[in-house]
């Protein structure tokens, strides 16, 4: 899968980059013929705009679901190497949460009378 939009990645280490940003710990891994996970991608990378303030509230082992992010390289001809960045726009909690309390439901306020479904309040609460 490697670093791509749409990937989903393991957080080991949040700290604060230069300037307005987060540089960020992730590990990208996937299946093989086996079935066993294999690293695909493992480095830093530089949290932007509204994926700053997000990676602010990341705690070490999350998972999250990479959205905008860019790649790109650059060569330095004075030392003969090239770098390589990459940043990150956006992102989502992986279980589709805010990160904010990751492990509670909202909640819901009314009248479970109101819901012609035996009480129930919401479709979310079904069991199927």
Do not use: H
Request: charged share 30%.
């Amino acid at each position: 899968m490697g670093f791509r939009t749409g990937a989903y990645a393991s957080v080991w280490e949040v700290k604060e980059g230069r300037g307005n940003t987060m540089s960020v710990r992730l590990s990208i891994s996937r299946k093989n013929k086996e079935g066993n996970y294999e690293q695909d991608f493992s480095g830093y990378c530089t949290f932007i705009g509204n994926a700053k303030a997000k990676a602010e509230k990341l705690k070490t082992k999350e998972r999250i679901k990479l959205g905008d992010v860019d790649v790109t390289t650059w060569f330095d001809s004075n030392k003969g190497r090239e770098y390589v960045n990459y940043k990150v726009f956006d992102f989502e909690m992986a279980n589709g949460s805010t990160g904010q309390n990751n492990d509670t439901k909202p909640i819901k306020t009314g009248a479970l009378d109101d819901n012609p479904i035996d009480g129930v309040s919401d479709e979310d609460d079904l069991p199927f």
